[in-house]
DNA sequence: TACAATTAAATAGTACGCAATTAAATAGTA
DNA sequence: TACTATTTAATTGCGTACTATTTAATTGTA
């Protein structure tokens, strides 16, 4: 190839791009059923985590997702506007504010059970290839923690 | 465990998480790199792009790239604005719009060699691994292609 | 106590992504 | 030729998300 000193810059050679791209498009793929529960694709795992806690501050919320201040004060207020949340400053700290899963929240994670049997048909690995791509993400993920920029 | 009925909406057991994860924590890694080369993310893999055809259209771009013109038409804005590219119309057939690299725009791929290089020690993938990684990525994207909402 | 340092959340500014609409050019057809 | 349909990209508007900065509360220390 005429630019092989190129090669490392070559979209079609890093494996950051697929990355990417599949995220996105995976992302993009939940859309209409997430529309059904008037739920983004954030807002989605931010009530996995309150489902399965019922009660969180922002800041384990955000340990959990990887997700700063910035991204979920925005997000709680506007699901909190939905009613599936309630926000309230904690009485032993005031800087903690605490996120609760309210009745109507809870009552939303039974129609969330259809999700992920309706992306099945969407995800084409079998269970062995997903959790081997699983594993390796979290061997990234576990560099990342390592040298540590957060 | 109490309910068991909701394991498959736990975020833990969601392939998607991570994949989501890695890829934002990856273009967050990819920042203090791309600030000193004035790109985004998204202008760098168009930027790749270009620098390996020279010459492309808006329609092409977006088909190789994953995006629509309502992102591109905005970024490669910004690109032109900084000198990296030109924008301009086909004569064989005017709704075509064409973008090219600049001077400035293949200088700039002088500078992008060293960004590999820095992100190598940033992601923790032996060769193997990052090319298995790519290959399940590639299937998923080739199982959307045939169920193709694009 | 007073002051500095730390921590948590909120805010402001920018980029991105999506959907819907518009405009222009080309292709197809009566 | 004239008309319609299709294609392509730009544009607009809106919502989401990320970064950096600011504000408020708490902790640690002189």
Known sequence: MSNDKYASIRLGNQM???LYACSKEIVRRYKPFLDELKLTYTQYIAMMVLWER?????KELGEELLLDSG??????KKLEAKGYVVRERMK???RNL????????EA?????????KQMKGC???DPEEASLLCSLLQKIMNGFEENKPR
Chains 1, 2 share one sequence.
Do not use: N
């Open 92 to 94: 032993s700290d005031e």
């Open 108 to 116: 939303l994670q039974e129609k969330a059970l259809e999700i992920p």
């Open 123 to 125: 995800v084409t690995l």
């Open 71 to 76: 991204t979920l004060t925005p997000l709680l």
């Open 16 to 18: 950051c791009f697929p």
């Open 98 to 105: 605490c996120v609760k899963v309210t009745s109507d929240g």
């Open 54 to 58: 019922k009660s969180v501050t922002v």
